[in-house]
């Protein structure tokens, strides 16, 4: 009999994961990287956080593709998290959507939940 499939409704106190799949040319690895890492020093100060992930692996011919998954204790802490870092954005200047353009970066961008599964008995 196949496995039960039911999704938290929203609200949820499950965590949330923020995951964004990054290709990233050659040449701009090291300049991404940096910006990637800064951004994640501020997550890593943000209450509700609880871990994170920088991953990567060749993504063919002259690129690379990096992974960033940051679990956060649920949806409420995903929004004030946004704020902070939409906050840091306009204090640095920073503008990852310009970075990414100049760097011919390609991102895919999300949030995800765990599913859960109703074991048989």
Do not use: C
């Amino acid at each position: 009999m196949p496995a039960k499939h039911s999704s938290p409704t929203p609200m949820t106190k499950a965590p949330v994961y923020r995951v964004d799949i990054f290709n990233v040319p050659t040449q701009a690895r090291s300049r991404f990287l940096d910006r990637v890492e800064e951004t994640h020093r501020v997550l890593r100060t943000i209450p509700g956080f609880i871990e994170d992930h920088i991953l990567e692996r060749p993504g063919g011919p002259g690129a690379y593709t990096i992974v960033t998954i940051a679990k956060w204790k649920d949806e409420e802490t995903v929004r004030k998290a946004k704020a902070v870092v939409g906050a840091w954005h306009s204090k640095t200047g920073f503008n990852p959507q310009t970075l990414m353009r100049e760097l011919g970066v390609e991102a895919a961008i999300g949030e995800f939940r765990p599913v859960e599964l109703a074991l048989p008995a």
